[in-house]
């Protein structure tokens, strides 16, 4: 089985910088994705970590730590359009084609 | 353009009807999913194929059917045996593949609401 936990909700205002954690209990993790998904729209893909270390996008980075079972989406320079909900997600070795989803941490952030 | 759409947005129907929700992909992908999204649920998956002809169950799939007779297409039934239908849907695809290359790619949803 598995489990993902991260905080229901996260507040900021805009410029800032905040940090939205994971962390799961899974047999045969193979990675961790994040998605981010807006209000009554369809989630989309931001970062993939395979390895421990930190990926960067743009304004976005992802970081893995496979020996503590945990991850964090970093969200730099907040603008108003990055409120939305934050999904992490895991990829299993034994099923690698599907993902199972956290509930998802809900951004706001206040100009 | 290449993507995935599900229609219709918006379905109504009563309840102990069967309904079907589209979802079609022209992205040559080999992978199809179907998630239910209720509030503070998260994605929760129902079913999903790897390859034409082949899918398997996925967490909640109890009232629900899926066929995958074709690549681009994988249609979802909620049937009458599924007890509480009224949700958001949303249908994805992907590679299939491992890792980074499992990028998945999601239609806009179906809202179905049972009344």
């Known amino acids: 089985g598995q489990s993902l936990e991260q905080p229901s909700e996260v507040t900021a205002v805009e410029g800032a910088i905040v940090q939205i954690n994971c962390t799961y209990q899974?047999?045969?993790?193979?990675?961790l994705s994040w998605y981010q998904q807006h209000d009554g729209g369809a989630p989309t893909f931001l970062s993939y970590n395979g390895l421990d270390g930190l990926e960067e996008t743009g304004r976005f980075s992802s970081f893995l730590s496979r020996s503590d079972s945990y991850g964090y989406l970093l969200l730099q320079e907040l603008q108003m359009k990055d409120s939305a909900s934050y999904f992490c997600a895991v990829t299993r070795g034994s099923t690698l084609g599907r993902l199972y989803f956290g509930r998802g941490t809900q951004l706001t952030v206040w100009p | 353009d290449g993507g995935i759409t599900q229609s219709p947005k918006y379905l109504f129907r009563k309840e102990g009807q069967n309904v079907t929700l589209s979802c079609e992909q022209n992205l040559n992908h080999d992978a199809m999913y179907w998630y239910r999204q209720d509030p503070g649920q998260g994605l929760r998956l129902i079913y999903y194929s790897q390859i034409v002809n082949d899918f398997q169950k996925g967490d909640i799939a109890e009232g629900y059917s899926v066929s995958r007779e074709k690549k681009e297409s994988f249609p979802l039934t909620v049937t009458s045996a599924q007890k509480n239908p009224t949700a958001f849907y949303l249908c994805?695809?992907?590679?299939?593949?491992?890792?980074?290359?499992?990028?998945?790619?999601f239609g806009p949803g179906t809202r179905l609401t049972v009344l």
């Open positions: 994805a695809s992907s590679t299939g593949l491992a890792g980074a290359y499992n990028e998945q790619f």
């Open positions: 899974t047999s045969g993790f193979y990675g």
